[in-house]
């Protein structure tokens, strides 16, 4: 729980995902509570509670809540008075414990003012790197589509390791995520596609090979919602890269 709330810049930082283990309660739960206290605050007061982005076992980006300590109370209300209590007793022990780590000589804070710098630079990297994915991802498609989409998929998938594995759950996600979108079932419109070749007199190497980028490829709706999930896949996974 400790790296969930923090001390920062002097200032009590928390995380929606420490409350829901502090309080016993699902992350879901806290975060629709945490939804509610924002629509019943007045509009300047709802900066207490920052939506934010971590990323979970399986490198997925799931949302989440950082929470200033007034937030942090204000959400703990809602919760049972002992917990609250145990809350609101590790918040003055992490104060005290920050106070004591305060610098006591002009070279200490010489040195903490340079580690926040360069913390500083590192966050600005990370999003001059975000920017860049989300323009590059962008980059509208005028020659080869389908080479445009393979460089995109390996991008993801160095990403998340670059193996064969890394690849094979790229195209899994972005067909899965095409189907439901576009309520189309693939593995039919393969089967159509080689039944038609046949009827075509196309080679058996050209049925046997003809897969689901042939399908999306020829149709110029899938191919235009593909394209989309692609980008957004690309930004999901590549974010800060």
Same mark, same amino acid.
């Given at each position: 729980m400790n790296e969930l709330i923090r001390i920062e810049n002097g200032e009590v930082k928390a995380d929606s995902r420490m409350?829901? /283990?502090?309080?016993g309660k699902r992350h879901d739960a806290v975060m629709r509570d945490i939804r509610d206290e924002q629509e019943k605050l007045p509009e300047e007061d709802r900066h207490i509670f920052v939506e934010i982005y971590y990323e979970d076992a399986y490198n997925r980006k799931q949302p989440a809540y950082e929470m200033t300590e007034e937030g942090l109370m204000q959400l703990a209300a809602r919760y049972d008075a002992v917990s609250r209590r145990k809350l609101i007793v590790k918040i003055k022990e =992490?104060?005290? $414990?920050? $106070?004591q780590k305060q610098p006591q000589s002009q070279a200490e804070f010489i040195f903490m003012m340079a580690q926040q710098a360069l913390e500083q630079e590192r966050k600005l990297t990370e999003i001059q790197g975000t920017v860049q994915v989300i323009k590059d991802a962008m980059v509208?498609? /005028? @020659? @080869?589509?389908? =080479?445009?989409?393979?460089?995109?998929i390996n991008r993801i998938a160095l990403k998340l390791g670059g193996g064969q594995n890394e690849h094979l759950k790229i195209r899994h996600e972005s067909y899965e995520t095409l189907e439901k979108k576009a309520h189309a079932n693939l /593995?039919?419109?393969v089967e159509n596609l080689q039944n038609r070749l046949m009827r075509n007199g196309a080679s058996k190497t050209a049925i046997r090979t003809a897969n689901k980028l042939d399908v999306i490829e020829q149709d110029p709706k899938l191919k235009e919602i593909?394209?989309?999930?692609?980008r957004q896949m690309v930004i999901k996974y590549c974010e800060g890269v």
């Amino acid at each position: 729980m400790n790296e969930l709330i923090r001390i920062e810049n002097g200032e009590v930082k928390a995380d929606s995902r420490m409350v829901a /283990e502090h309080f016993g309660k699902r992350h879901d739960a806290v975060m629709r509570d945490i939804r509610d206290e924002q629509e019943k605050l007045p509009e300047e007061d709802r900066h207490i509670f920052v939506e934010i982005y971590y990323e979970d076992a399986y490198n997925r980006k799931q949302p989440a809540y950082e929470m200033t300590e007034e937030g942090l109370m204000q959400l703990a209300a809602r919760y049972d008075a002992v917990s609250r209590r145990k809350l609101i007793v590790k918040i003055k022990e =992490l104060k005290a $414990q920050n $106070q004591q780590k305060q610098p006591q000589s002009q070279a200490e804070f010489i040195f903490m003012m340079a580690q926040q710098a360069l913390e500083q630079e590192r966050k600005l990297t990370e999003i001059q790197g975000t920017v860049q994915v989300i323009k590059d991802a962008m980059v509208p498609i /005028e @020659d @080869d589509w389908r =080479l445009e989409i393979k460089r995109m998929i390996n991008r993801i998938a160095l990403k998340l390791g670059g193996g064969q594995n890394e690849h094979l759950k790229i195209r899994h996600e972005s067909y899965e995520t095409l189907e439901k979108k576009a309520h189309a079932n693939l /593995e039919i419109r393969v089967e159509n596609l080689q039944n038609r070749l046949m009827r075509n007199g196309a080679s058996k190497t050209a049925i046997r090979t003809a897969n689901k980028l042939d399908v999306i490829e020829q149709d110029p709706k899938l191919k235009e919602i593909y394209t989309g999930i692609i980008r957004q896949m690309v930004i999901k996974y590549c974010e800060g890269v």
